[in-house]
């Protein structure tokens, strides 16, 4: 398995993964339109361009996907056979590691908070529900400081 930034050719498949993925653990919980709004998101081409991705694969096949607008993680998604075998973890520190980011933040959905919170992120409000329908938790990420 590779850790990498996905190039532009490859995010069709990321997406799609990020997709499959949603389909099965967090639309059940959402609204019909939480489900249209992260649909639209994902087929806003430009906007996912613009995003600093990164995934974990297994040659062509992408296992996990990474995104983030900054400091803001947007999409963090690993295909459900893989789950518990770190690939969410090295996503997220070959991010921190080509940002150098001392502080990340998220919109957790309702599955993913306790992944963050594996992670070291912590809620900063309770649930919400954006007016699209989508459901999170807001969470941040602060590197600790020796001191």
């Keep these: 398995m590779e850790i990498r930034r996905i190039q532009r050719g490859e995010l069709p498949s990321a997406m799609d993964l990020c997709r499959r993925v949603f389909l099965e653990f967090e639309a059940p919980e959402y609204p019909p339109e939480g489900v249209e709004a992260f649909d639209a998101y994902l087929a806003d081409a430009e906007h996912v361009n613009s995003l600093t991705a990164f ?7 992408p296992l996990g996907v990474l995104a983030a607008e900054g400091s803001h993680i947007a ?35 309702p599955y993913a908070v ?34």
């Design 55 to 61: 995934g974990a694969w297994e040659g062509s096949r």
């Design 75 to 109: 999409l963090f998604f690993v295909d459900p056979a893989f789950h518990r075998q770190g690939i969410g973890r090295r996503l997220f520190q070959a991010y921190l590691a080509e940002g150098g980011r001392g502080r990340v933040t998220v919109h957790s959905s």
């Design 114 to 147: 306790e992944v963050y919170r594996h992670l070291g992120f912590s809620p900063t409000a309770e649930e919400q529900l954006s007016p699209d329908g989508i459901r999170y938790t807001p969470m941040i990420w602060e590197q600790k400081t020796e001191s």
